[in-house]
């Protein structure tokens, strides 16, 4: 079923596992997104992020999921990723997500306010969660070389409280030291910080930059307030070092399945590591429509 964030966080930051954000890039993926969830009995949240238009475009994935998701009674949310423009973010409202995500962290703190809390104003009028983000996570960050200009990067507590209260944000991406895509060196968490980020605020936090961050880390993140993590770059390098393996004999078509197996078992990895195996029936959830009216029909935002 088609449903938006807000249960689903707010079940796992009660019971302390985590729901999984994995991106989709292609049919394939998606399709084992769904697979994976299903099998697993795992509420999970498919992404799409706003970089990646160019694969699968909002609208193809909206049609996808709502055909896929209506067959199944495990809870699938449609997620907007790293949306950074308005149009990007209305346009995903309009085809369909469940949920989006604002991320205005580049901006100075006053300002990142300020457009979040107007997302959240027009995400929240069609039940639309959203998730911002504050502080930064960067891409393939190289460890060895952080220091005290990098780690102002990383989310204030205090700032987190003051963000969350004027923006009214249905959950929170934090930055405590993951990056995105592949890491240069040994990732550290700053577990502390993110102990005081978790008490100082009452949303689900979201951790971005999943991939090789570690089981045992990972789990830790959970344990100290993390109620969901992105996965992305783990997932495509199973899918590809898999179909690599492929002769040249195997036709295309068996290859993308191929592909999709791997990414299925990639991914069930993780719902085992995030605790989020047979959660799926945790709580009743709200069946939302295939598509927001308010906006297919082309009204105003």
Sequence with gaps: MLVNTRQMLNMAKKNKYAIAQPNAWDSHSL????????????????????????????????????????????????????????????????????????????????????????IVKMAHAVDVTVEAELGHVGVGL?????????????TKPG?????????GVDSLAVAIGTAHGEYKGEPRLDLERLVEIASAVEVP????????????????????????????????????????????????????????????????HYFRVFGCVNRAADTSYEQKFTMCTDFAAGGSA
Excluded: W
């Design 31 to 118: 399709r084992a997104i769904i697979r994976a969830s299903q099998e697993s009995r795992c509420p999970v949240i498919l992404g799409l992020a706003e970089v990646h238009f160019g694969y699968l475009s909002p609208e193809e994935v909206a049609h996808m999921v709502s055909f896929y998701a209506g067959k199944t009674d495990v809870p699938v949310a449609l997620h907007l990723d790293h949306g950074a423009s308005y149009n990007a973010i209305v346009r995903a409202i309009r085809a369909g997500f469940t949920s989006v995500m604002i991320d205005a962290s580049q901006l100075a703190f006053e300002e990142n306010i300020k457009v979040t809390a107007e």
């Design 142 to 154: 190289e460890y060895e070389k952080i220091d005290a200009v990098a780690k102002d990067l990383f």
């Design 159 to 167: 700032q987190a409280r003051e963000f969350v209260t004027r923006t």
């Design 205 to 268: 936090l979201v951790l971005h930059g999943g991939s090789g961050t570690g089981d045992e880390r990972l789990e830790s993140a959970i344990r100290c307030g993390i109620s969901k993590v992105n996965i992305f770059t783990d997932l495509t390098k199973a899918a590809a070092a898999e179909t690599r393996l492929v002769p040249p004999s195997v036709s295309y078509p068996d290859e993308g399945m191929l592909g999709e197996e791997a990414v299925i078992e990639c991914l069930q």
